[in-house]
């Protein structure tokens, strides 16, 4: 059980910690830990005294002593250990020393620091975070449950490590994307730490590199697949409805063999959702809403061409057909308007290697009639470029280099202001710079990317000013769904709620009222867009009739204030020591 619980304090009207820890056993604890930020009259109480240094630091000493400290770390790598290793030792300050540096901190803690550091997790590993499910203790799965470090959850973020990022798979090393998911949950959307739970499903690897690693720290097997791995799922799901009857579950960098199924198959059995498909899908869906915007346009009218047509991609093609339907077209219409490519070329309905999940995006083959092919067996990018003259370009295949300047090129002959969203993350797997982009465009691109990348300048731009680069980050839409979702009690999550995200925010997007800004905010105001995601969140449910009257029935402002209630801010609290709880 957690050893502190929040009271409320009568005469001060704030909140305080009934604490039941004291000692090393409390400076260990790192949801209570104020390190040397404890105070004279709390180390009394707390028998602290000479265990900590004996000057009482201010928040802001130990901020610019951490800061400084990460900032003489040698290689991001080494940043992305500092951190690890500042959040099991004082999680508030972790929190408070991200958010006062968040666009330096957030590509440590996520992408794409987090891509090197789960290659590298065995290597680098030094405390263990959330839990391990391994198949060779699959009869054990309830136990391990019970042994969840927080009792209390509300969101847990799974994943197997078959699929991290385009990195493929890293076995155990995936746990570092579940850990980095849910510090973001908590950063972007104030979802207390205490109520957040990674969990590794441990199934084995197909990476010789790791099975031949003397130091890996996963089960050193073949990955168990077929029945037996559906038996796994099953186990695990079944447990975690018992143990965790009302928790939001994230299903994250599952194989795309896995991925779609595993979210329809439990789709209405818990309040679960796929980040890799729908947040990916609603993030997109929100700068394309804000990109046609841009160019005095709708969704409804863009010609979209999308390189890659796996888990990510198809969930970025249900979100857009969803807009397209929400503005009159009728589904056979928004369908003809989406071109998707995969390893065999055009997805077209004469081939007969087309992985399930792409078959409903799948063109008719008469479409391509008159068309002129570079080769007449595989219809390519260039190809399906050229004749069909997209509006906009998505890139989610992981394929460095794949947007080349002849292509982009092609594309700006035809379109005034081209839409261009190289997706695939880490950076060196995306599928062209932003820079070269704008260069290749004289400036005109409307571009986003999966990863961060610098400012482009002037010289490039062809423009007065540096051109900044948003970044489609799923961290703007996926804690401010689970905000919502956690805070308005809803009891699913359906693809309408998704939808409702990104529209709140692409109504967020600078470039509405500066076409050359970028087209996602600042990270800095993350948790202002979170909070609005999450109120169009709670709407959406409470149309769709998943949540109780009483939350169907707040207000506008009521309910952004009900939200606001629920989201934690990192600071100090008061503490009072009690009995162990």
């Known amino acids: 059980m957690i050893p502190f619980k929040a009271v409320w304090d009568e005469e001060t009207r704030e909140p305080v910690f009934e604490v039941g820890l004291a000692g090393q056993l409390l400076l ?43 900032r003489g770390k040698p290689s991001d790598l080494e940043r992305y250990v500092f951190l690890a290793a500042l959040q099991d030792r004082n999680e508030t300050l972790f929190y408070m020393l991200l958010a006062e ?15 090197a550091a789960s290659q590298h997790y065995s290597h680098i590993y030094r405390r263990p975070r959330g839990l391990y499910l391994s198949w060779p203790h699959r009869g054990e799965i309830d136990r391990m449950l019970a042994n969840a470090p927080v009792a209390d ?8 490590g078959e699929r991290v990022l385009g990195l493929g798979d890293l076995g155990v090393g995936g746990m570092g994307i579940p850990v980095g998911k849910l510090a973001l949950y908590t950063l972007c959307a104030g979802i207390h730490p205490a109520s957040t739970l990674p969990v590794m499903l441990d199934l084995g690897t197909d990476n010789e590199d790791l099975l031949r690693d003397p130091l890996y720290l996963g089960w050193r097997h073949r990955r ?12 695990f799901i079944a447990a975690v409805k018992r143990r965790f009857p009302g928790v939001l579950l994230q299903w994250e960098d599952f194989s795309r063999h896995n991925a779609r199924r595993l979210l329809e198959r439990y789709a209405d059995r818990l309040c679960t959702f796929n980040d890799d498909i729908q947040g990916t899908g609603a993030v997109a869906l929100a700068g394309l809403l804000a990109a046609a915007r841009v160019n005095g346009e709708r969704l409804s009218e863009q010609r979209i061409v999308m390189f890659g047509a796996g888990s990510a991609a198809t969930g970025i093609a249900e979100q857009i057909l969803a807009g397209m339907i929400a503005e009159g077209l009728t589904e056979a219409e928004a369908r003809s308007r989406l071109w998707l490519i995969d390893i065999g070329g055009l997805v077209e309905d004469g081939r007969t290697d087309i992985e399930d999940i792409a078959q409903p995006y799948a063109q008719p083959r008469a479409r391509l009639s008159g068309w002129r092919l ?31 300047e002849d292509i982009v090129e092609e594309m700006a002959r035809h379109v005034a202001r081209p839409i261009i969203f190289p997706l695939s993350n880490p950076t060196s797997r995306c599928e062209a710079k932003p820079a070269d982009l704008l260069a290749w465009t004289a400036g ?28 489609c980050n799923n961290a703007y839409v996926f804690p401010g769904l689970g905000l919502g979702v956690i805070a308005s009690g809803a009891r699913r999550v359906r693809a309408e709620m998704f939808v409702a995200a990104a529209r709140a925010l692409a109504e967020a997007s600078p470039a509405l009222s500066d076409p050359m800004a970028p087209l996602f905010p600042p990270l800095a105001e993350v948790r202002r867009v979170s909070l609005l995601a999450a109120a169009a969140v709670a709407k959406e449910a409470a149309r769709l009739d998943l949540v109780e009257p009483a939350i169907a029935a707040m207000s506008d402002e009521a309910l952004l204030q009900h939200l606001a209630a629920h989201m934690w801010a990192p600071r100090y609290a008061r503490y009072r020591r009690v009995q162990p709880l």
């Open 224 to 235: 168990i697949r077929g029945a037996e791995y559906d038996e796994f799922i099953e186990l």
């Open 444 to 471: 005109r691109a409307i571009v986003a990317s999966g990863s961060p990348f610098p400012d482009v300048p002037p010289s490039v731009t062809g423009s007065g000013r540096p051109r900044r680069i948003g970044q």
């Open 28 to 70: 260990d604890y790192p949801l209570l830990n104020k390190g040397s930020a404890f105070t004279d009259d709390e180390r009394r109480e707390f028998d602290l005294l000479g265990l900590l240094p004996p000057h009482v630091s201010s928040v802001e000493e130990q901020l610019a002593r951490n800061y400084a400290n990460f």
């Open 153 to 160: 959850v509300s969101v847990i973020v799974v994943t197997d």
């Open 374 to 404: 570079d080769d007449p067996g595989r219809v390519s990018l260039a190809d399906v470029v050229r004749n069909v003259r997209p509006t906009a370009l998505i890139g989610t295949a992981a394929q460095p280099g794949a947007f080349t």
């Open 101 to 115: 540096h968040i666009d330096e901190m957030m590509p440590i803690i996520y992408t794409p620091v987090v891509g």
